[in-house]
């Protein structure tokens, strides 16, 4: 079955530690995209890809980096910068007509 | 900048009752509308969308949902919930013409039914 697989699914980091959040695509799409949900906050894009070797900032890119080296594959590095990181991070694919598919998320606490 | 304005952040019912979620967004020009569903320990799943025509849309699971222009709204409603409804609901927007697809998600309105 085609979709978005995250890893890990739960994550705990030091402070001062940067963590990389795997996101992986069997779906053929261009564009991806990580967003972070928070309560009461929905989602916040954090950064967006449209096409291989390129990728842009979102809302609140601080702290965060990205690569897309191949289409399949969109990790996001939380750095120590980012200064509240506890979150739950969702990755998503775009279908070309707008309807995001998403991943089963990554929760990262930091201790 | 464009936003996206849930009004409810927890409603609780009872079974049968009828639902409505409210949702508005701020932008004037031409949108697409959705509203995603996230039940307990299950991936975000689009439950139903807008792109243009009929502005009553039916989803899955006997959703549907309206779009009114005038109030820049997408309320979202059911007649009568199941138990199995719990979730958390996301209304979301994207400008058709945006680069990149970027869609902004409201604050999220999580429902609990009780049996």
């Known amino acids: 079955d085609g979709g978005i697989t995250q890893s890990p699914k739960y994550l705990f980091r030091k402070e001062g530690q940067n963590v990389t959040l795997s996101c992986e695509q069997n779906l053929n799409h261009d564009a991806m995209y990580w967003y972070r949900q928070d309560p009461g906050q929905g989602l916040r894009l954090i950064y967006y890809s449209q096409i291989v070797n390129d990728f842009q900032k979102g809302d609140i890119a601080e702290g965060y980096s990205v690569s897309r080296e191949k289409k399949e594959s969109f990790p996001l590095t939380v750095t120590s910068a980012q200064k509240n990181p506890t979150a739950f991070y969702l990755c998503?694919?775009?279908?070309?007509?707008?309807?995001?598919?998403f991943g089963a998320g990554s929760r990262l606490t930091v201790l | 900048a464009q936003s996206v304005s849930q009004h409810n952040h927890h409603v609780i019912l009872s079974e049968a009752a009828s639902l409505e979620l409210g949702c508005n967004y701020s932008?004037?020009?031409?949108?697409?509308l959705f509203w995603y569903v996230q039940y307990p320990g299950q991936h975000l799943q689009l439950l139903l969308k807008y792109f243009s025509g009929d502005p009553l849309v039916k989803g899955i699971k006997g959703f549907e949902a309206e779009f009114i222009k005038s109030k820049f709204s997408f309320n979202l409603r059911k007649p009568s919930v199941q138990w199995s409804d719990t979730a958390e609901y996301f209304c979301a927007v994207v400008r058709p013409n945006n680069q990149g697809g970027k869609l902004i998600f409201g604050q999220g309105t999580e429902l609990s039914v009780k049996p």
């Open positions: 932008y004037g020009g031409t949108v697409n």
């Open positions: 998503a694919s775009n279908s070309g007509a707008n309807v995001l598919t």
